[in-house]
C-alpha cells in the first residue's frame, strides 16, 4: 500500500505560477511510475505529467513548455512547477504512483488549482 499526499494547490492569476509536491509514504520511485493527472469540472481526468522509463518524462501536449515534472528521491516527492498558468489549467490536481509490475494505481486526495483573475 501506498500513502501519496498532495499540497501546493491554491487561487493564482492568469500568468502566475504553481508548484505542486506530492509526497509517498515510502521510497516507490524504483518500482513505481510516478505522475500527476488533473480533472477540470464535467471533464475525464487526463495526464498531465508522467516520469516514464530511464528517467524520461512525459508531459500533455497543452502544458509542454509551461510545466516541469521533477523529484527528489531523498524525500520521496515528486514536483510540478507550474508556470504560465491559464483559465483552462484550472482542475483538481491528482497526483498518480503506478506499480510498474501490474500498473495498480494508486492516487493522492488531489489538490485544487484554480487559475482566475
Known amino acids: 500500500q501506498v500513502q501519496l499526499v498532495e499540497s501546493g494547490g491554491g487561487l493564482v492569476q492568469p500568468g502566475g505560477s504553481l508548484r505542486l509536491s506530492c509526497v509517498a509514504s515510502?521510497?516507490?520511485?524504483?518500482?513505481?511510475?510516478m505522475g500527476w493527472y488533473r480533472q477540470a469540472p464535467g471533464k475525464q481526468r487526463e495526464l498531465v505529467a508522467v516520469?516514464?522509463?530511464?528517467?524520461?518524462?512525459n508531459y500533455a501536449d497543452s502544458v509542454k513548455g509551461r510545466f516541469t515534472l521533477s523529484r527528489d528521491n531523498a524525500k520521496n516527492t515528486v514536483y510540478l512547477q507550474m508556470n504560465s498558468l491559464k483559465a483552462e489549467d484550472t482542475a483538481i490536481y491528482y497526483c498518480?504512483?503506478?506499480?510498474?509490475?501490474?500498473?495498480?494505481?494508486?492516487w493522492g486526495q488531489g489538490t485544487q488549482v484554480t487559475v482566475s483573475s
Open positions: 516520469f516514464i522509463t530511464g528517467g524520461n518524462t
Open positions: 515510502r521510497s516507490i520511485f524504483s518500482l513505481y511510475a
Open positions: 498518480n504512483a503506478r506499480r510498474v509490475v501490474d500498473t495498480i494505481d494508486y
